[in-house]
């Protein structure tokens, strides 16, 4: 039997149709829903994963610090500063392969950055790591993790001992449950210090690929049949072999590679690449060797 929908048509929504008659008129469409008219290949239903919006960064990616890097506009957009006695400012230094960093100056004072919106879980470990850079005079720098009301959850107090660049590790658990809580990296005393690339999350999480396992466990029950990703515009152009290796990337390589293999654990499938390309992934993720994005 042959199901009916009646969907009402606007004349004035088409010229042509406004010249032909005068009235609104009524479109029939008849669909004869015993009839077969061919098979729709189940792979025809994934999903599409892109770095647009939270659905990969503030998303699926667990890490918890937004505007990590300060560059463009992440400063202004992510964090929020204070000082009393002394000041912070963005410096255009040169770090890797970044442009911008964090310059905190205190003259027997306190200036600092903060940021709200962490999600911490009670009797949960969460770790990390900050990248300081001694500037001047023998300022103390403090990463502190308080409560959506105010009340301390970490004090970690960091030690400047080189004048170079040094990634400093950090780690803590957390009590309570808090859904706004926040953390506050400040200097007190007197001098400068830079800061830049800060990371946290959930040391658990970090260790089994840096995914969110709530969506993962929302991506398990979807059950598609494929997982798109990244944008084909990003995935045509890139190849691994064109980077270098370092000890530490603005982006780590997680961010990248590490998150489509994690992915593709849902399904049965591989990476649609030729087959030295997909042999060279596999071993990139396997393996351990970190990469660096560069030109040519």
Not at 56 to 84: C, H, M, N, P
Not at 129 to 149: I, Y
Request: aromatic share 8%.
């Amino acid at each position: 039997m042959a199901s009916t929908a009646a969907v009402p048509l606007s004349v004035a929504s088409s010229p042509l149709l406004s010249r032909a008659a005068g009235k609104a008129r009524v479109a029939v469409l008849l669909v004869d829903t015993e009839r077969v008219m061919g098979a729709i290949d189940e792979r025809i239903y994934g999903q599409f994963l892109e770095h647009i919006n939270h659905s990969v960064e503030d998303g699926l990616f667990a890490e918890q610090i937004r505007g990590a890097g300060f560059e463009g506009e992440d400063f202004k957009t992510y964090w929020e500063s204070f000082s009393d006695g002394g000041r912070v400012e963005i410096a255009e230094v040169e770090f890797q392969n970044g442009k911008k960093s964090v310059r905190l100056s205190v003259e027997d004072g306190r200036a600092g950055i903060r940021q709200g919106r962490l999600y911490l879980d009670a009797g949960y470990k969460y770790d990390g790591s900050l990248w300081v850079k001694h500037d001047e005079g023998s300022p103390q720098l403090t990463l502190r993790v308080q409560t959506s009301q105010g009340d301390p959850i970490a004090s970690i107090p960091f030690a400047l001992t080189t004048s170079g660049w040094r990634e400093i590790p950090y780690s803590f658990t957390s009590p309570v449950r808090d859904t706004q809580a926040t953390v506050e990296i400040a200097a007190a005393g007197s001098g400068a210090v830079l800061l830049d690339f800060i990371s946290m999350m959930r040391a658990d999480i970090r260790r089994d690929g840096m995914l969110r396992p709530d969506l993962l466990h929302a991506l398990r029950g979807l059950a598609p049949s494929f997982i798109r990703w990244p944008g084909g515009s990003f995935a045509s152009t890139y190849k691994e072999r064109r980077c270098r290796p370092v000890r530490f990337a603005r982006v780590p390589p997680e961010h990248v590679l590490g998150r489509l293999v994690r992915l593709l654990r849902l399904r049965d499938g591989g990476v649609p690449a030729t087959l030295p390309e997909a042999q060279h992934r596999t071993s990139y993720c396997a393996g351990g060797v970190r990469y660096e994005s560069r030109a040519s």
